[in-house]
């Protein structure tokens, strides 16, 4: 049954990606606007919105009960939509499919039916109201001033790293992409700022001053000392203003030290925030699966979903940072990504690649084709298209393996090989 109302929903992608919020309020609406019931931290960016939801979610649920929005999901739908530690259950998914599949349909009537994230998203906002959320964490889909998730009234809006991911729909500069991401910024409301690009920066002041918006400066805000890692976690201390925290993570990676940080500014800004022991609790036992994950040590594998060169950037500096070894890079990516300036980045690292396919069979990029697109950038190249076979072929004959190029090849490598996706620690 779950199968036939996910195939449905799934099916809703027929109308692609539309940039306005029209279907998705009149969705909401006849719902009796859900998102309304519940305080929301919105969170926006190109790169690392996903991790300080995480965050987030975490650090309030240690005195609230909290719900967290994210996309894509790693292996099934029900990772998208989650409340205290638990996935959105499939009767639930069933149920409102039921209940609003007609209304859905005849919004074609007056407008256009909603779409798979549209549709998707209201449900997440019915659901976390339905179950007397009192915060949830909500990631935006795509952008931010047009993206479905742009209905709520956040306490607070949080923009992380700004790249040119998609800049056929938000713009090609970082100026008219800040501009998208800066939509969700409300009026009144505080905004946390992650990235530090003059042009991002200089158009989200713009933005804050109109809305009246409080803007803070994650660099400005949080110092770090103190910074103590290994392969088992990362132990730094974090000042701002107002406190001092002890922060303990098992999330690697340099770029996680800025995305705690701007969780914590953010969670700051709340009047009715937690406080500081549940701020250390909830870092510590936030995860966020397939960003720089450790599989296995012996031999050492490594699964990071780094689709975008910025991202790309950032894995290959953590990588140096926290592995001494050489690996061999397991890489698949989809058709629609800036691959050559991926592998470009990602060659930094090691002159091996086995080049695979993405889960994805309608913008996986063909291997044959993205080793023709790269040329001569590896000098050891092999090719093999099941994903499941390269993986096994990888770690059989490599002491250090990193797997990296699409959630869609990670995601499936994780459902291969059972491997958690839940965004916390279970003690």
Wanted: net charge neutral.
């Amino acid at each position: 049954m779950i199968d036939d109302t996910l195939n449905y929903l799934y099916s809703l992608t027929r109308e692609g990606i539309k940039m306005d919020l029209n279907a998705t309020r009149a969705l909401a609406e006849h719902l009796g606007n859900p998102q309304n019931k519940f305080k929301t931290i919105h969170i926006a960016g190109t790169n690392g919105k996903g991790s300080i939801a995480s965050y987030i979610y975490n650090i309030l649920g240690q005195k609230y009960k909290t719900g967290m929005y994210t996309s894509p999901h790693l292996i099934d739908f029900n990772e998208r939509i989650i409340v205290d530690q638990q996935q959105i259950p499939d009767t639930y998914i069933i149920d409102f499919m039921e209940k609003n599949r007609s209304y859905i349909e005849n919004l074609a009537v007056k407008y256009r039916n909603p779409t798979f994230f549209e549709t998707t998203t209201v449900m997440a906002f019915k659901y976390f109201a339905d179950m007397n959320a009192d915060f949830a964490a909500v990631e935006v889909g795509l952008g931010g001033r047009l993206d479905s998730t742009n209905i709520v009234m956040p306490e607070i809006s949080i923009i992380a790293q700004i790249g040119y991911e998609h800049y056929q729909r938000l713009g090609c500069s970082l100026t008219s992409i800040a501009y998208e991401k800066g939509g969700i910024i409300k009026e009144g409301k505080p905004v946390v700022l992650l990235d530090e690009k003059p042009e991002v920066v200089s158009e989200i002041k713009k933005l804050a001053e109109i809305r009246n918006s409080e803007l803070k400066m994650v660099s400005n805000y949080c110092n770090v000392s103190d910074l103590k890692y290994s392969l088992d976690g990362m132990f730094f201390t974090l000042k701002t203003p107002l406190e001092e925290y002890k922060i303990k993570t098992t999330n690697l990676g340099l770029f996680q030290i800025k995305n705690i940080s701007a969780a914590v500014t953010a969670i700051e800004s709340i009047p009715d925030n937690p406080g500081k022991l549940a701020i250390e609790a909830g870092i510590a036992k936030a995860r966020w699966p397939s960003r720089f994950e450790i599989i296995s040590k012996d031999p050492l594998i490594i699964m990071d979903s780094s689709h975008n060169p910025p991202a790309a950037s950032a894995l290959v500096e953590t990588f140096k940072t926290f592995v001494s070894q050489k690996p061999v890079l397991l890489i698949g990516m989809l058709n629609d990504k800036d691959y050559f300036s991926y592998m470009s980045i990602m060659r930094k690292l090691s002159d091996t690649v086995i080049l695979t396919t993405p889960d994805d069979p309608e913008r996986s990029l063909d291997p044959e084709a993205l080793a023709k697109g790269m040329g001569n950038m590896f000098p050891n190249i092999k090719i093999i298209k099941d994903p499941v076979q390269a993986y096994n072929y990888a770690i059989e004959n490599n002491k250090c393996v990193l797997v990296t190029g699409s959630m869609y090849l990670v995601g499936m490598l994780k459902k291969y090989l059972n491997s958690s996706v839940r965004p916390f620690n279970i003690n």
